[in-house]
């Protein structure tokens, strides 16, 4: 398999809450909500970097589309990491996200592994790590 992941979904229970938290209080840009007019096919994508869209699905058509039973979410299933490119921009998303309604799990510290990072929670309960590794840095 030759690494050309191109999607992150994430399950989620209230579209149009989850599209107000990333789009209005993380600032993610999108067209908002499209696919309404097919059952099940409510869907909102966000455009990341190098053409990565990173995407929002209830977690009841997931499992119709999967022909899977719904199942119960988990917080340490995965987490999604934010890296940044300093320590006070790890402090001003983690503000930022706190204020868009998420959980701070973790507050933003120094780390074991000689970097800096804090946890939160999205709505629905998903982890993310926002991080300053310098080794992870990207070119833009």
Same mark, same amino acid.
């Not at 994430?10 to 989850?18: K, N, P, Q």
């Not at 993380?26 to 053409?51: K, R």
């Not at 039973?69 to 934010?82: D, N, R, S, V, Y």
């Given at each position: #398999?030759?690494?050309?992941?191109?999607?992150?979904?994430?399950?989620?229970?209230? !579209?149009?809450?989850?599209?107000?938290? &990333?789009? =209005?209080?993380?600032?993610?840009?999108?067209d908002g909500i499209i696919g309404q007019e097919f059952e099940?096919?409510?869907?909102?994508?966000?455009n990341l970097q190098h053409g990565l869209k990173f995407a929002?699905?209830?977690?009841?058509?997931?499992?119709?589309?999967?022909?899977?039973?719904k199942a119960a979410p988990g917080p340490t299933e995965f987490? !999604?990491?934010?890296?940044?490119?300093?320590?006070?921009?790890?402090?001003?998303? #983690?503000?930022?996200?706190?204020?868009?309604?998420?959980?701070?799990?973790?507050?933003?510290?120094?780390?074991?592994?000689?970097? &800096?990072?804090?946890?939160?929670? =999205?709505? =629905?309960?998903?982890?993310?790590?926002?991080?300053?590794?310098?080794?992870?840095?990207?070119?833009?």
């Amino acid at each position: #398999m030759k690494p050309r992941i191109s999607v992150i979904t994430i399950g989620v229970d209230d !579209l149009e809450a989850s599209l107000t938290f &990333y789009r =209005d209080g993380l600032g993610l840009p999108t067209d908002g909500i499209i696919g309404q007019e097919f059952e099940h096919g409510a869907v909102v994508f966000f455009n990341l970097q190098h053409g990565l869209k990173f995407a929002l699905f209830s977690r009841a058509n997931i499992a119709h589309d999967v022909g899977i039973e719904k199942a119960a979410p988990g917080p340490t299933e995965f987490t !999604l990491g934010h890296n940044v490119i300093s320590e006070s921009e790890v402090d001003a998303v #983690m503000a930022r996200a706190a204020a868009a309604g998420a959980r701070v799990i973790k507050p933003a510290g120094k780390t074991f592994w000689g970097g &800096y990072a804090g946890y939160f929670q =999205d709505p =629905d309960g998903h982890l993310w790590e926002v991080v300053y590794n310098p080794a992870f840095l990207s070119e833009d």
